[in-house]
């Protein structure tokens, strides 16, 4: 049982990454039917896609030049990617085959928790001052 779940949500398993591919060239395949799509839907193709690029911009992102790839906030933001990753290969397949816009709905919203997240934890970030270094009380280096 555990083998399977870290098959399937390990950060950095093949599954998330063959998903996020996947759900990147679904979404660039469902976006080339754009003329066919209304105005609302327009508008929200843009902020899912916006929502997307921005999870991927924070776990692209070296926040801590001085550590190891992955801790403090980096470690939030990967593992803030493996739904991120279900998501969009779920909402965009189904999304490009049916041309659906009800997961679309449900995407944004969940995508926006993520995101939401994700800038409170760069605000802390941000103010953060104190120059202890990164994981000085969890992860036993010191």
Not at 10 to 16: A, E, I
Not at 107 to 133: E, R
Request: glycine content about 4%; charged content about 15%.
């Amino acid at each position: 049982m555990y083998i399977m779940l870290k098959f399937f949500f390990d950060r950095f398993s093949k599954v998330v990454y063959t998903l996020e591919v996947l759900g990147v060239l679904l979404t660039a395949a469902w976006v080339t039917h754009w003329t066919s799509f209304s105005p609302l839907t327009k508008v929200l193709v843009v902020i899912y896609v916006t929502e997307y690029l921005f999870l991927r911009f924070c776990t692209s992102k070296r926040w801590y030049q001085n550590a190891k790839r992955y801790e403090g906030i980096e470690l939030q933001f990967k593992k803030a990617i493996i739904p991120t990753s279900y998501i969009l290969a779920i909402t965009s397949g189904v999304g490009y085959f049916t041309n659906s816009t009800v997961l679309l709905w449900i995407a944004i919203v969940l995508l926006a928790v993520l995101l939401h997240v994700n800038v409170i934890l760069l605000y802390l970030h941000s103010k953060d001052k104190n120059p202890t270094p990164v994981n000085y009380y969890s992860g036993n280096k010191y």
